[in-house]
């Protein structure tokens, strides 16, 4: 499976993106994915995850009900819609295959928020 991230930008301390995952494969419905953030100078961090068939969902406490992962099997994509974005929100953001646990990473997409 091969996982691309897009949808980031620049935005205001406030405004909304929605970022999106394809993948690529005719399997990988069949995989849980998820959300990471890596900010310049610290570690790349869990933001959200989904199950394969979208009945679970979980979040890191900084993210949570501000953000909302989901999915789309028919469209092998999934999203991460977030709002009310912080300028500490500002990083790199992967998607990933797995559900708690994540063996593979796609490129990245930047999002920056301004203050």
């Known amino acids: 499976v091969q996982l691309q991230a897009s949808g980031g930008g620049l935005v205001q301390a406030g405004g909304s993106l929605r970022l999106s995952c394809a993948a690529s494969g005719r399997t990988s419905s069949s995989y849980g994915m998820g959300w990471f953030r890596q900010a310049p100078g610290k570690e790349r961090e869990f933001v959200a995850g989904?199950?394969?068939?979208?009945?679970?969902?979980y979040y890191a406490d900084s993210v949570k009900g501000r953000f909302t992962i989901s999915r789309d099997n028919a469209k092998n994509t999934v999203y991460l819609q977030m709002n009310s974005l912080k300028p500490k929100d500002t990083a790199v953001y992967y998607c990933a295959r797995g559900y708690k646990t994540y063996d593979q990473w796609g490129q990245g997409t930047q999002v920056t928020v301004s203050s």
């Open positions: 989904i199950s394969r068939n979208s009945d679970s969902t």
